[in-house]
């Protein structure tokens, strides 16, 4: 059984910075995509930022430029940095691994349990 552990959520004024991590802990194979979602109030989940375990990274337009993912393979772990935070980044901030990629997808999927990230002034 896959487990995910994220951290790192809090309160944060605009223009502040937070890290998220998340520790993945389990059977886990060694082809594998792990990735940050987010669902604010009212809407619908949405994609933020996915890393594959080469590095390589995808962004949502929203976030370009301002959050960085990125992942320790030796520790299962995959991390948000958040910078240039903004109110609209507010919502629960869920951890995803997307594991054994055969025939052209991910068989598997995990979720994180969230944290919130809070952006006020």
């Known amino acids: 059984q896959v487990q995910l552990v994220e951290s790192g959520g809090g309160l944060v004024q605009p223009g502040g910075s937070l890290r998220l991590s998340c520790a993945a802990s389990?059977?886990?194979?060694?082809?594998?995509?792990m990735g940050w979602y987010r669902q604010a109030p009212g809407k619908q989940r949405e994609l933020v930022a996915t890393?594959?375990?080469?590095?390589?990274?995808y962004y949502a337009d929203s976030v370009k430029g301002r959050f960085t993912v990125s992942r320790d393979n030796a520790k299962n772990t995959v991390y948000l940095q958040m910078n240039s935070l903004r109110a609209e980044d507010t919502a629960v901030y869920y951890c995803?691994?997307?594991?054994?990629?055969?025939?052209?997808?991910?068989?598997?999927?995990?979720w994180g349990q969230g944290t919130q990230v809070t952006v006020f002034s």
């Open positions: 389990g059977s886990i194979s060694s082809n594998n995509r």
């Open positions: 995803n691994l997307e594991d054994r990629y055969r025939f052209g997808r991910y068989l598997d999927t995990y």
């Open positions: 890393i594959s375990r080469g590095g390589t990274t």
